[in-house]
C-alpha cells in the first residue's frame, strides 16, 4: 500500500519575521522549538522499506535555515540517498546565515540537486504590503546575490493575493533579468499557518484577470493548470471532491515527530509518532491508527480540501504535478 517518493520534514516551527498572510511568526519563540524530535530518532527512518524510493525531500515550517539542526538534517539525508533532490523554501532575511548554511549543505548534496525558492512575492511596493520585516526586500536582493554565484537551483517565488497578482509578469522579468528560476502559488488557508480566518474573496473579473496573467508569463501548462483550477475552485467556492494518495505517497513528519499525510497536520489525521516507534517508520505506517487515517483520506473525510501544496492528487480535470 505505501509507496513514499517524498517527504516534507518540517525542521521546526521557529520564524523571527513577520508576515500578515502567515502566522507562524507569532508562535511562542521558546514554546515552538522545546520536544522537536531528536535528529538521532530521524536517522532511523532510512531503514525503512517504504522510503526505497523516496528521492524528494522537502525541508520547510518556519524559517527552518535559521535551525541549527537544518545542515545535519541535510547531511544525514544525502548520506543515505546519494541522489535525492532536497528543497526548502527561505524568506531571504538573513542573507549570511543563508550563505553560509547552503555552503555547509553543499558538502554533502550536489548543487543542482539543492533548491532554495525565495519568497518575494512581486515589486517593492507589493512585497512591503505583505512581508513586514524592515528592509526585507533589500535584503532578499542580498540573498540572492550571495547565493547565486553557489550554482544551486535558485528561485524566486510568489503567491498570488488580492493585492499583488498585477505583479506576475514583473517576478518573471525579475528572475529572468537576474538569471534564476521562478514559482508562482496561490494563496491558501491552513490551520498550521493560523491564518483561516483570512478569507480570499475574489470577484469572477479578478479570476479572469489572473488567469489571463498567468496565460501570458505561460505559466499554464499541463502539468501546471490542474493546481491552478483547483485553487479557483476554492477561491469561488466549488471544491470538487477528488481521489488523494497523501500519506500513501507521500508523508508530512512535523517537527515534533508526528506523521501526517499532508501539511495541515490535521489532528484527526495523524498517523503516529516517531518517537513512539524509536523512529521506526514502518511500524508507524502500519499501525492501526495509520492505516485508519489512509481509510478516512480514501473514503474523502477530510475533504473538501485546499490545501494547494498537496501534491499526490488526481482532480476530475487532471493530475496535480506529483502524480504526472
Ligand atoms: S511566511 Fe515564512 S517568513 Fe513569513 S511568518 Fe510565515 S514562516 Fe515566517
Ligand atoms: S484530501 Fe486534503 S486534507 Fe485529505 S489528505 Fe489529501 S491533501 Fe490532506
Redesign the pocket.
Known amino acids: 500500500m505505501y509507496k513514499i517518493e517524498d517527504i516534507n520534514f518540517m525542521v521546526s516551527?521557529f520564524?523571527?519575521?513577520?508576515?500578515v498572510?502567515?502566522?507562524?511568526?507569532?508562535y511562542d519563540k521558546n514554546e515552538i522549538r522545546k520536544d522537536e524530535l531528536d535528529i538521532e530518532v530521524f536517522k532511523k527512518l532510512f531503514k525503512s522499506k517504504y522510503l526505497k524510493e523516496t528521492n524528494y525531500f522537502d525541508l520547510t515550517?518556519?524559517?527552518s535555515q535559521l535551525s541549527p539542526r537544518y545542515s545535519e538534517v541535510v547531511k544525514i539525508i544525502a548520506k543515505n540517498k546519494p541522489d535525492v533532490f532536497i528543497h526548502t523554501?527561505i524568506?531571504g532575511?538573513y542573507p549570511k546565515k543563508h550563505f553560509e548554511v547552503t555552503k555547509e549543505c553543499l558538502k554533502y548534496i550536489k548543487k543542482e540537486n539543492f533548491r532554495l525558492d525565495i519568497?518575494l512575492d512581486g515589486s517593492k511596493e507589493s512585497y512591503e504590503k505583505v512581508?513586514l520585516?524592515k528592509n526585507g526586500y533589500e535584503k532578499v536582493q542580498e540573498t540572492i546575490r550571495l547565493l547565486k554565484p553557489l550554482g544551486i537551483n535558485l528561485r524566486v517565488t510568489m503567491i498570488v493575493y488580492k493585492n499583488n497578482y498585477q505583479d506576475i509578469p514583473w517576478l518573471v522579468n525579475f528572475a529572468k533579468k537576474n538569471g534564476i528560476g521562478y514559482f508562482i502559488g496561490y494563496a491558501r488557508n491552513a490551520s498550521l499557518?493560523s491564518n483561516k480566518d483570512n478569507k480570499y474573496n475574489y470577484t469572477n473579473k479578478e479570476l479572469e484577470n489572473i488567469e489571463a496573467l498567468l496565460e501570458d508569463v505561460n505559466w499554464l501548462d499541463e502539468r501546471r493548470r490542474p493546481n491552478w483550477l483547483w485553487a479557483k475552485s476554492i477561491y469561488q467556492d466549488k471544491i470538487p471532491y477528488f481521489d488523494c494518495f497523501m500519506g500513501q505517497r507521500s508523508i508530512v513528519i512535523d517537527p515534533y515527530g508526528n506523521v501526517f499525510p499532508c501539511n495541515d497536520c490535521l489532528d484527526f489525521l495523524n498517523m503516529g509518532n516517531l518517537k513512539e516507534f524509536d523512529g521506526n517508520l514502518d511500524e508507524l505506517l502500519n499501525s492501526k491508527k495509520a492505516l485508519a487515517v489512509i481509510e478516512k483520506v480514501k473514503n474523502k473525510k477530510c475533504q473538501p480540501c485546499s490545501m494547494l501544496c498537496a501534491h499526490k492528487i488526481e482532480f476530475p480535470w487532471g493530475k496535480q504535478v506529483g502524480l504526472q
Do not use: T
Not at 520564524?15 to 508576515?19: E, F, N, R, V, Y
Not at 498572510?21 to 507569532?26: D, G, L, P, R, Y
Open positions: 516551527l520564524c523571527p519575521g513577520k508576515c498572510n502567515c502566522n507562524i511568526w507569532q515550517a518556519g524559517e523554501n524568506s532575511w519568497s512581508r520585516v499557518l
